[in-house]
């Protein structure tokens, strides 16, 4: 059965510093992997989607890589700003399986200091 | 505009009683789902429908029951069986039954009392 860690469960950084938020996963056997972020008492909105075959996907000041075979993927956000703060989550998608059952960590709570 | 809509956004229960959330895409998108999210915890999946008419068990489906009469709606009804329903419940949709991204609704906080 996936299992989906992401270590620290929380993060304070100073604006400006980079974030670095860290996702593994004990199959290796996926499809892709998605970020997503979620504002207190909000639901999720997908920051960037990683097929398998690709090594990273990047958007704007957010870049994720994915290593399949060491079960890991990181999240770094440039020059953090205080509107970063939030929860981010991380989600694998099986590479056999019908209906897109993601499996998801249990986040990283990001606050970002003025 | 185009999106994914959860009412109510607060909903209390007494012991006992069957309460339905309410999800609506006007997306046009084939497969939707429903999430679990407890405090400081990631998402699991209760139940998800690729067509219409057709709905499959998630990870934690007991005391949860769905339908699919139309595309845009996947109404998800927590009843007197489960245990201990208050939490933050999640709907998605994605284009097709694949895996492409999932959209997320705004949730429903249900606590009961």
């Known amino acids: 059965k996936q299992e989906v860690t992401q270590i620290p469960a929380a993060l304070s950084v100073p604006e400006g510093e980079n974030l670095v938020l860290n996702c593994s996963f004990t199959?290796?056997?996926?499809?892709?992997l998605q970020w997503f972020r979620q504002d207190p008492g909000k639901g999720l909105t997908s920051l960037l989607l990683?097929?398998?075959?690709?090594r990273e996907q990047t958007s704007g000041r957010l870049n994720a890589s994915l290593d399949k075979s060491s079960g890991r993927s990181t999240l770094y956000i440039a020059a953090s700003q205080p509107g970063d703060s939030a929860t981010y989550l991380c989600?694998?998608?099986?590479?056999?399986?019908?209906?897109?059952?993601?499996?998801f960590g249990g986040g990283t709570r990001v606050l970002v200091k003025p | 505009d185009g999106g994914i809509t959860q009412s109510p956004k607060y909903l209390f229960r007494k012991e006992g009683q069957n309460v339905t959330l309410s999800c609506e895409q006007n997306?046009?998108?084939?497969?939707m789902y429903w999430y679990r999210q407890d405090p400081g915890q990631g998402l699991r999946l209760i139940y998800y429908?690729?067509?219409?008419?057709?709905?499959q068990k998630g990870d934690i489906a007991e005391g949860y029951s769905v339908s699919r009469e139309k595309k845009e709606s996947f109404p998800l009804t927590v009843t007197s069986a489960q245990k201990n329903p208050t939490a933050f419940y999640l709907c998605?949709?994605?284009?097709?039954?694949?895996?492409?991204?999932?959209?997320f609704g705004p949730g429903t906080r249900l606590t009961v009392l």
């Open positions: 989600a694998v998608g099986p590479l056999k399986a019908a209906g897109n059952k993601l499996t």
């Open positions: 997306l046009n998108h084939d497969a």
């Open positions: 998605a949709s994605s284009p097709r039954p694949s895996t492409d991204t999932q959209y």
């Open positions: 429908s690729q067509i219409v008419n057709d709905f």
């Open positions: 199959d290796s056997a996926i499809y892709n």
């Open positions: 990683i097929q398998s075959s690709q």
